[in-house]
C-alpha cells in the first residue's frame, strides 16, 4: 500500500482547535500528513456550542441535546462512511459516554485497523465535581478492551505505554509536543523588571496550584513576584499577587511569554502518575525554566539544576523559586538548556518519523 493511497479517519471528541490535548497530540501532526499524500478526515463528537458549555455547572438541556447530536454524528459516520477508511484514529475514546460499542463496531463488524492514543491514566476514573453525575457513565473500564482490539495503541509517557502493553504489544510512545518551529519558535527574554512565576492548563489541574501557596507566599514576602495562571476557569482562590489570564489559542505564546518561571505541581497518586507533561514542555520550549513535582515523566524532562528543579517539600519549592528569581543568569541559561531538550526530544520535527510510520503496515 502507497503512502498516498492511505485514508484516515480521526475520531475525536473535540472541536478542532479548542482542546489542548487534541491539538498537541493529533492537530499539529495533520499538515504533515497531508504533504506525504496522506488524505485524512477530522470527524468531531461535541459541536462548539456543546463544547464551551460541557465544563460549567448548569446548562442541563444544552449539554444533553449536544451530547445526541454528537451520538447521531458518530452512528452516521461509523455506519455510512467508515468502509473507505484505511485507519481510524481515535484519540481517549470515539464517545464521552459508555461502554465501547463504537470501537467495537470498527474493529469487529469492519474490521478496520484502529490506532488509540492516551495521554492520561484514562482508565482510572477522574471526573470534575461539576459532572460526578456522569461519572459511572464515562466507564473508564473500557480503555483495556479498546487497547485489546487495536492495531496499535499510542501512550504519551512510559507508564500508559506499560499499562497499554498488558493488553496489545503493539504500543508505541509518542510525547505530546511543540512545534517549535511555527509555533512555540521564541525564547523568553529574562531581563525583566518584574518577576513572573506562572501555571497554565485546564480546570481539572487547576486545584494542584493549591499545595504550593504557603511556599508562594513565603517567597512573596521578600523577594515580590506576579502569579499568573493561564486557564479555562479562574482559581477558585484569591491572592494580592495573583493574575488570571483566560486561555485563548491565539495569544497562547504571548501569554505563556509573560513567565519568568513556570511551575507545575502534582499530587503523588495514579493519576497524576499518567501525565505528559506537557506545561513543563511548553515552559522549557520558550526558554522558561521550570519548576515541577517529582511525579511520572516530570522527572525525565527536567534535568535537576540544568533546566530547572524538581520539589517534594515546601522547603525546596522555597528555595528553588528564590534562586530562579534572584538569579537572571541561571533563569537564561535553564531556559536555553530546556529548549535544546525540547527540540531534540519532544518537538513535532523529533517525533513525525514515528508518528507517520503509525500507519504503515507491519511497522
Given amino acids: 500500500m502507497k503512502p498516498e493511497a492511505i485514508k484516515i479517519l480521526f475520531l475525536v471528541l473535540y472541536p478542532v482547535n479548542h482542546a489542548p490535548s487534541q491539538r498537541f497530540r493529533v492537530e499539529l501532526f495533520l499538515p504533515y500528513l ?18 464551551r458549555s460541557l465544563y460549567n455547572g448548569g446548562n442541563i438541556i444544552q449539554k444533553f441535546w449536544g451530547v445526541c447530536k454528537g ?22 475514546g470515539a464517545a464521552p459516554l459508555g461502554p465501547p460499542l463504537f470501537e467495537w463496531i470498527i474493529t469487529k463488524i469492519f ?21 460526578k453525575l456522569v461519572a459511572w457513565f464515562k466507564a ?32 508505541v510512545k509518542i510525547p505530546t509536543c ?29 486545584i494542584f496550584t493549591k499545595q504550593i501557596i504557603p511556599a508562594l507566599n513565603d517567597v512573596y514576602s521578600s523577594h515580590p513576584f506576579e502569579f499568573i495562571v493561564i486557564a479555562n476557569k479562574p482559581p477558585e482562590y484569591s491572592l494580592p499577587y495573583l493574575k488570571y489570564i483566560p486561555w485563548d489559542s491565539a495569544t497562547e505564546v504571548e501569554d505563556l511569554l509573560k513567565m519568568n518561571i513556570g511551575v507545575m505541581p502534582l499530587e503523588n497518586d495514579p493519576w497524576c502518575e499518567g501525565k505528559c507533561g506537557f506545561k513543563i ?21 527536567i534535568d535537576e539544576r540544568e533546566n530547572g528543579f524538581l520539589c517534594k517539600t515546601k522547603e525546596e519549592w522555597i528555595q528553588a523559586l528564590t534562586k530562579l528569581i534572584e538569579d537572571e543568569t541561571v533563569r537564561t541559561q535553564m531556559g536555553k538548556n530546556g529548549r535544546e531538550k525540547i527540540q531534540k526530544y519532544y518537538s513535532v520535527k523529533s517525533q513525525i518519523t514515528t508518528f507517520l510510520q503509525l500507519f504503515h503496515l507491519n511497522v
Fill in 34 to 51: 497531508r504533504s506525504e499524500g496522506y488524505e485524512y478526515r477530522i470527524n468531531s463528537f461535541y459541536d462548539e456550542k456543546t463544547w
Fill in 71 to 92: 451520538y447521531f454524528k458518530r452512528w452516521m459516520t461509523v455506519l455510512f462512511t467508515l468502509r473507505k477508511y484505511d485507519f481510524i484514529f481515535i484519540p481517549r
Fill in 111 to 131: 474490521q478496520k485497523k484502529l490506532i488509540y492514543d492516551f495521554d492520561d491514566a484514562i482508565w482510572i476514573p477522574n471526573t470534575g465535581k461539576e459532572n
Fill in 140 to 171: 473508564s473500564w473500557k480503555v483495556k478492551y479498546i487497547c485489546k482490539w487495536s492495531y496499535k495503541v499510542v501512550g504519551g509517557n512510559d507508564y500508559l505505554c506499560t499499562y497499554a502493553k498488558k493488553f496489545n504489544q503493539q504500543v
Fill in 178 to 206: 511543540v512545534d517549535t518551529e511555527n509555533q512555540h519558535n521564541r525564547i523568553k527574554n529574562q531581563q525583566t523588571e518584574k518577576i513572573v512565576i506562572g501555571w497554565t492548563g485546564s480546570h481539572s489541574t487547576l
Fill in 281 to 301: 514542555i511548553q515552559y522549557l520550549s520558550l526558554g522558561i525554566p521550570a519548576v515541577a513535582s517529582p511525579i511520572g515523566v516530570n522527572a525525565k524532562i
